[in-house]
């Protein structure tokens, strides 16, 4: 069941074949999860951008929920056309802009990310769960136990471990219901 439908990541169609002279790029770093709003006020806009977007699933109470998150959290690829900056403004969600030094690197590295994407690919953020990552069961029966990201295996599984009496057992879970334990301040204070 999608929580919300999945929007326009890229306007237009044909955006990689605009000539970077014509119109080059510029990435704008946006506040907090305001990535999707300002896609939607380019797309009405009729600005050219690109948002890459990943498929996110997550189980709760036995049900499955499809979100779609972006790829570089915080951040939009646009193109410098007239009336760019004036829209962006409307929006109040820019922080501020980047400037693109290697225009020919980064429409490289964009395509392959689209071409990815049209092949059917699954792209999973370099950010995510990695080896070493202390994680916690968010669904079903272990739900609330906890562990440590031992090793990838296949496109969605985990092996992780858990720690009982300064032992270890390897158990394997689906990546969907692992959730990233943020790690506490040490409480025991030097006096």
Known sequence: MPI?????????????????????????????????????????????????????????????????????????FLRRVDGLRETLWRANAVANMLEVLDQAQLTIELRQ????????????????????????????????????????RGLLRLIVSVSILNKSVAVEFPRDVLARVKPEHDKRRAV
Request: no cysteine; glycine share 6%.
């Open 4 to 76: 919300l439908r999945k929007e326009s990541d890229i306007f237009p169609e044909s955006l990689f074949d605009i000539p970077t002279e014509d119109a080059p790029w510029e990435i704008a770093h946006l506040r907090s999860r305001q990535e999707k709003s300002v896609a939607r006020l380019l797309l009405d806009s009729q600005k050219p951008f690109y948002l890459p977007q990943v498929q996110q699933k997550k189980r709760t109470s036995g049900r499955t929920f499809v979100s779609h998150h972006p790829v570089f959290p915080g951040y939009i």
């Open 113 to 152: 990310i689209r071409d990815l994407q049209l092949s059917g690919a699954i792209l999973t953020p370099a950010d995510d769960l990695i080896p070493g990552d202390a994680v916690r069961i968010e669904d079903g029966v272990f739900s609330g136990y906890t562990g440590t990201v031992v090793k990838e």
